[in-house]
């Protein structure tokens, strides 16, 4: 897979959009994990939700009450924890 330019940006803690996305992987209020090119993301926050998100042009938005952290990892870690320990660490 050819990797794409990657971006985040962060507005008030309350809304982030994300570039070069491949997949939302899991989500629910707490956290969100999607795997970008290179890595995989994880948000964390409060009362998040994946507002938009395009498969074509790879992008997402996230929005939520408070967004408490952003976390790269490499995919081979991810993929041997669970989902909730990755949210709750």
């Known amino acids: 897979m050819e990797n794409r330019a990657h971006s985040v940006v962060m507005e008030d ?3 982030i959009a994300v570039s070069a996305v491949n997949e939302v ?3 629910d209020e707490a956290g969100v ?3 970008v090119d290179g890595a995989m993301l994880t ?3 409060k009362g998040l939700h994946v ?3 395009s498969v074509e042009s790879g992008e997402a938005e996230v929005t ?3 967004i408490d952290s952003v976390t ?3 995919h081979e870690k991810e993929k041997s924890e669970g989902f909730w ?3 709750l660490k």
Do not use: P, Q, T
């Open 43 to 45: 948000i964390k926050g």
């Open 51 to 53: 507002d938009a998100l």
């Open 13 to 15: 803690r309350r809304k």
């Open 64 to 66: 939520g009450e408070r």
């Open 85 to 87: 320990r990755r949210v």
């Open 33 to 35: 994990v999607m795997r």
């Open 25 to 27: 992987c899991e989500f």
């Open 72 to 74: 790269y990892s490499n």
